[in-house]
C-alpha cells in the first residue's frame, strides 16, 4: 500500500531510504512465511539474525554500540512498516525488541551498553522486559518475583507471564521486588541470561489471536545473579530508565497502531470497490462509503498527533501524559477501525486466511501491552 510520508514533514531521506530497507525484509523474508509460522504457532529464531544482516535492528542505536547511528524516527519507522504489513498483526511485537535495548542504553552501566547492546544489534541476543506476572499486570506493586540480597549478588525466585518472544529469550530484562525488609517495596531490573540455571521457559499460550507472536511464561526457581546484572549496578536497578522507557515505546506503539489503521483501511476500500452487491460495487453504497470516510478522518486526525509526539520523543521533550494520549487514542482508534472494516469484508472478516482477521485480534492485545487504556488515563488524570 502506498502512504505519503513525505508530506508528513517528520521524516528525511534517511528515514525513506531506510522505511524502503525494512519493507523489503517483510516483503521478502516475513510474509511469505507467516503462513507456516502461524501453524507451528511461533516464527523462527533465525528471523533476528536475518533483520541484523539486513540492517533493521537497533537502527537507532549508537554506532559505537553496533546500532546504526539513526534516531528514534528510524525505530519509529520500524514499527510502522510492521504495522503497514498484512503479515505485522500475525508476529505480535515480533522484531520490536529494541525497546529492551533502549533500557540499557539510558539506564545501564557502561560495560553493560558494550556488554549487550552489539549483541542485540547482531540479532545474536533476543531481549525483552518482564513485569507482568500470573497474579499481577497493571498493579507493579503487587508483583510477587523477589531479588534476595545474597553475599554481593542476589537470588531470584518467582515467575513472569505475557512476555512478548518468551520462548526465543536470551536476555530476560527481570523486574523484581528487593527482599529486603523495607517498609516500602523497592524494585529494580536485572539482567538475567535465559539458559541461566533455574530459568524455565513454559509454552507459548494458546490465544484467540492464532498468531505466532510467542508470548509465554518464565519461572525463576531460586536463580542466582551478581551485582554486574543490577542494570545501572549499585542503586536504583534502573526502575526509573525502565518507566522513562516505556514512555517512548507506548508512542511507537501508536504510531504502529495508526499504520495498522491504514492498512485496514485499504483493505476494506480494495474490498468494498471490488464486491458487487445490488447491481453495484459495494463502495457505491452511502452508509459504507460514509464508514471509510469516517475512518480516513479518523486516522489522519490522529496521526497529526502521534507525529508531533514522535517529534517531541526524538527531541528528548515528550512528557509521560502525551506518550500516553497517543498510546491511549491510537490504541482505542485501531480497535475501533479494525472492527469497522472487517465488518465491511462480510463474513470474510472473520476468516483466518484473510490478514483483516488478525489486525482484529492484534487491536485488542495492543490496548494491553505497554500498559491497558485505564492506566493510560490514570497517568493523563495525574498531570491535570
Ligand atoms: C501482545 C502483548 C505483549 C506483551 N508483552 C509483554 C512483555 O514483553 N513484558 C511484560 O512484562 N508484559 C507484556 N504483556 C503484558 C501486558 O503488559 C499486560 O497485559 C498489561 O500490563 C495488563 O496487565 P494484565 O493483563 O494482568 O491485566 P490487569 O492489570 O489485571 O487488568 C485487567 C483489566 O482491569 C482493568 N484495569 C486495570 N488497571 C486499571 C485501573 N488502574 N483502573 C481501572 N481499570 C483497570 C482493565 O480493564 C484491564 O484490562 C504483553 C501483553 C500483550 C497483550
Request: charged share 25%; aromatic share 8%.
Amino acid at each position: 500500500m502506498k502512504v505519503d510520508h513525505a508530506e508528513r514533514g517528520i521524516f528525511n531521506d534517511s528515514h525513506d531510504q531506510f522505511r524502503d530497507q525494512v519493507r523489503r525484509f517483510y516483503e521478502r523474508e516475513i510474509e511469505p512465511n507467516v503462513a507456516a509460522w502461524e501453524a507451528a504457532g511461533i516464527f523462527d529464531r533465525d528471523l533476528f539474525r536475518k533483520a541484523a544482516s539486513a540492517g533493521i535492528l537497533c537502527p537507532g542505536m549508537p554506532e559505537e554500540y553496533g546500532g546504526g547511528g539513526g534516531d528514534l524516527l528510524h525505530m519509529a519507522v520500524c514499527y510502522e512498516e510492521h504495522g503497514y504489513s498484512p503479515a505485522g498483526a500475525s508476529i505480535d511485537s515480533g522484531l520490536d525488541t529494541d525497546a529492551s535495548a533502549y533500557l540499557i542504553l539510558n539506564g545501564g552501566t557502561e560495560e553493560q551498553k558494550r556488554e549487550w547492546i552489539p549483541r542485540f544489534a547482531s540479532g545474536e541476543v533476543v531481549g525483552e522486559g518482564l513485569f507482568t506476572e500470573p497474579h499481577s499486570g497493571s498493579d507493579m506493586a503487587a508483583m510477587r518475583t523477589t531479588a534476595e540480597p545474597d553475599g554481593d549478588g542476589y537470588v531470584i525466585n518467582g515467575s513472569k507471564a505475557w512476555i512478548t518472544n518468551a520462548n526465543h529469550l536470551d536476555l530476560c530484562l527481570l523486574v523484581a521486588r528487593i527482599k529486603n525488609g523495607a517498609p516500602r517495596p523497592h524494585f529494580a531490573v536485572f539482567l538475567i541470561d535465559g539458559d541461566a540455571p533455574g530459568v524455565t521457559k513454559g509454552k507459548p499460550f494458546r490465544t484467540s489471536h492464532a498468531g505466532c507472536g510467542n508470548l509465554g511464561e518464565l519461572f525463576f526457581d531460586n536463580v542466582r545473579v551478581g551485582p554486574e546484572r543490577l542494570l545501572g549496578g549499585r542503586g536504583e536497578g534502573g526502575i526509573g530508565q525502565a518507566a522513562r522507557t516505556l514512555n517512548l515505546t507506548r508512542v511507537l506503539y501508536a504510531a504502529r497502531s495508526v499504520a495498522a489503521c491504514e492498512l485496514a483501511l485499504s483493505m476494506a476500500l480494495d474490498f468494498t470497490k471490488g464486491r458487487e452487491a445490488f447491481g453495484a460495487p459495494l463502495f457505491k453504497l452511502p452508509t459504507v462509503k460514509a464508514k471509510l470516510a469516517e475512518v480516513r478522518m479518523r486516522i489522519d486526525v490522529a496521526r497529526a498527533f502521534v507525529d508531533k509526539c514522535l517529534v517531541q520523543a526524538n527531541a528528548g521533550t515528550l512528557s509521560a501524559e502525551r506518550s500516553s494520549m497517543a498510546k491511549l487514542w491510537a490504541t482505542e482508534m485501531e480497535v475501533d477501525v479494525a472492527d469497522i472494516c472487517a465488518h465491511l469484508h462480510g463474513a470474510m472478516g472473520l476468516s483466518l486466511d484473510h490478514p483483516i482477521s488478525r489486525i482484529v485480534t492484534a487491536s485488542r492485545a495492543h490496548r494491553y501491552a505497554m500498559g491497558v487504556s485505564e492506566m493510560q488515563r490514570e497517568t493523563i488524570m495525574r498531570s491535570l
